[in-house]
């Protein structure tokens, strides 16, 4: 598939169905494309596509299965949509740090197809609202969805993006911009690969809130 030039092959492209409840048009919406008028789309469709059927698959699908509806908030960038979104300082990292994360058509530096898209679970929302307990969705993630390779929290609703990535020896973590609630550390990693708490199971964080949106009759 070439990249899309008129409003026909873009609508072919936004019908790619990438799992059984995503379709790729909802991972290409763009508030920098949008203010900034520069088509949020994908120089490499093929890539792009593959790398979200997993993503999508092994990551998106197994988490709205378990808790219900996620939103998608921001996800797949062009290289020309983040550069300006770097350069502009809206939150986006520099085109190398995100190939294979929200520039899905590229390959990271060690060559590997990756995906991110930033999602809300919404079953989730009362409950952090609630207790501003971010961490109580992020090992839930941590002990049920063994293909995530990275996830980064942020305050509003707590959302959070979360990654796919094909090396099977990625260094997995868990990273946050929120105050832990439990250590009172306003930002840095949860978990990752080499800290005492990755391994094992830390369902005592999030046995409450389980039990509130699936309580047993």
Same mark, same amino acid.
């Given at each position: 598939?070439?990249?899309?030039?008129?409003?026909?092959?873009?609508?072919?492209?936004?019908?790619?169905?990438?799992?059984?409840?995503?379709?790729?048009?909802?991972?290409?919406?763009?508030?920098?494309?949008?203010?900034?008028?520069?088509?949020?789309?994908?120089?490499?469709?093929?890539?792009?596509?593959?790398?979200?059927?997993?993503?999508?698959?092994?990551?998106?699908?197994?988490?709205?299965?378990?808790?219900?509806?996620?939103?998608?908030?921001?996800?797949?960038?062009?290289?020309?949509?983040?550069?300006?979104?770097?350069?502009?300082?809206?939150?986006?990292? *520099?085109?190398?740090?995100?190939?294979?994360?929200?520039?899905?058509?590229?390959?990271?530096?060690?060559?590997?197809?990756?995906?991110?898209?930033?999602?809300?679970? *919404?079953?989730?929302?009362?409950?952090?609202?609630?207790?501003?307990?971010?961490?109580?969705?992020?090992?839930? @993630?941590?002990?049920?969805?063994?293909?995530?390779?990275?996830?980064?929290?942020?305050?509003?609703?707590?959302?959070?993006?979360?990654?796919?990535?094909?090396?099977?020896?990625?260094?997995?973590?868990?990273?946050?911009?929120?105050?832990?609630?439990?250590?009172?550390?306003?930002?840095?990693?949860?978990?990752?690969?080499?800290?005492?708490?990755?391994?094992?199971?830390?369902?005592?964080?999030?046995?409450?809130? @389980?039990?509130?949106?699936?309580?047993?009759?």
């Amino acid at each position: 598939m070439r990249k899309p030039e008129t409003i026909k092959a873009l609508e072919e492209l936004g019908r790619v169905q990438l799992s059984k409840s995503f379709f790729m048009r909802e991972f290409l919406y763009s508030e920098i494309s949008q203010v900034k008028k520069i088509p949020n789309i994908p120089d490499d469709p093929e890539l792009a596509i593959l790398a979200g059927k997993n993503l999508c698959e092994h990551v998106l699908e197994p988490i709205q299965h378990a808790l219900g509806r996620i939103s998608i908030r921001s996800a797949f960038r062009s290289c020309e949509v983040n550069q300006i979104g770097s350069e502009t300082k809206e939150n986006c990292s *520099t085109n190398d740090k995100n190939y294979a994360e929200h520039i899905w058509d590229a390959k990271d530096k060690h060559g590997f197809m990756g995906a991110t898209a930033c999602i809300i679970v *919404t079953s989730f929302i009362p409950y952090y609202e609630q207790t501003n307990d971010w961490i109580t969705l992020a090992w839930w @993630i941590h002990d049920h969805i063994n293909a995530y390779a990275n996830m980064t929290f942020f305050p509003i609703y707590a959302a959070f993006n979360i990654n796919w990535n094909e090396n099977l020896e990625y260094e997995k973590f868990i990273y946050s911009y929120v105050e832990n609630p439990h250590s009172g550390k306003s930002s840095g990693y949860l978990t990752k690969k080499g800290m005492e708490n990755f391994e094992g199971s830390h369902e005592d964080f999030y046995r409450e809130w @389980i039990g509130q949106i699936h309580p047993v009759s």
